[in-house]
């Protein structure tokens, strides 16, 4: 089965792409270490007023010094911190944007979480998603899955016993789907955003939604359908970031045929105001992507 080194080389990146990304998701195994001995709450927020848990404190700080080190990386934007940090030693001109583990508040009831990257390569940590020259996330699941695009489509690659990434399938094709999960207390949700899940439980919808977006992505980008974490009556910016989570997940569902979505326009056209702008995310299938907006033109 072909590894993630040989994928990446027959997809004609750079070697220094390469060795970055290979040294991200290599990282797997160590955090997946880390799981049991962080558990708690590190007692501290975030830069979005959110409790970080004891894992992102630690994946975070492990990744940046690995990152830091690697001397490939001049910007790193992170979700865990409230500006973003510049590597002036750096040899090479890659921005990194991530969230070190998404889905935190289920690391204590053992359910799926990931960590989400995005990587540029003109040096600017604040970019639009369109010009990402790669994006992956890795899923802590049975497997450790790590989907990955450069590009090119989307692949994805399970971690084997010796910590080699081995291709599981690509390029994976989204199909139209109709599952679909939605963050935001249901009394608070919007007009619109009633009538569009409406629409899809009318047609035979399943509704799933675990609180983690890596894994609730997962689900989709195989199976079909929409993730949502909308704007509500009370806050209308939702709750994911745009630069962390939305560009980077955005960016493969694209590769992969599909499509993201404030419910006006594709996320990956807007530029990053700050490191943690938030916006409300539609990502899924094209053909669900395209009706939400025509029922936010309505
Ligand atoms: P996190 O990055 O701090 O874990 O927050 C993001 C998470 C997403 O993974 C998930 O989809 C969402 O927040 C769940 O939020 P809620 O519990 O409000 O449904
Ligand atoms: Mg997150």
Redesign the pocket.
């Known amino acids: 089965m072909t590894t993630l080194r040989e994928y990446l080389d027959s997809a004609g990146c750079e070697p220094a792409l390469s060795d970055l990304i290979v040294l991200i998701s290599a990282q797997a195994a160590p955090i997946r270490d880390a799981f049991i001995s962080n558990q708690s709450y590190a007692g501290t927020e975030n830069s979005s007023g ?1 409790e970080q848990a004891a894992l992102d404190v630690w994946s975070d700080e492990h990744i940046t010094k690995i990152l830091e080190d690697s001397g490939l990386v001049k910007e790193l934007a992170s ?1 865990e911190k409230p500006d973003i940090l510049k590597f002036p030693g750096a040899t090479e001109n890659y921005a990194v944007v991530m ?1 070190p583990l ?4 289920l690391i204590q009831v053992n359910l799926c979480v990931g960590t989400i990257v995005g990587i540029y390569d003109n040096g600017d940590a604040l970019s639009k998603g369109e010009d990402l020259r790669a994006a992956m996330y890795m899923l802590y699941g049975p497997m450790t899955v790590l989907t990955i695009t450069v590009g090119k489509g989307v692949f994805t690659f399970a971690m084997d016993e010796t910590g080699e990434y081995r291709m599981l399938d690509g390029p994976v094709k989204m199909p139209e789907g109709k599952i679909y999960g939605s ?1 935001g207390l249901n009394k608070d949700w919007t007009e619109k955003h009633r009538n569009f899940i409406e629409s899809i439980e009318k047609e035979g919808g399943k509704l799933r939604y675990s ?4 894994a ?1 992505f997962h689900q989709i980008l195989k199976y079909g359908g929409v993730y949502c ?1 909308p704007a509500t009556i009370d806050n209308n910016t939702g ?2 970031r745009l630069a962390f989570e939305a560009n980077p997940i955005g960016f493969i569902a694209k590769q992969a045929g599909g499509a993201i979505s404030d419910g006006h326009t594709s996320l990956l056209e807007i530029k990053p105001e700050k490191p943690h702008h938030k916006t409300p995310i539609y990502v899924g299938s094209s053909g669900l992507i395209k009706r939400l907006e025509e029922i936010y033109r309505e």
Do not use: N, R
């Open positions: 959110e979700e969230d998404d889905g935190s508040s963050g609180g983690s977006f890596v609730d974490y709750k994911l």
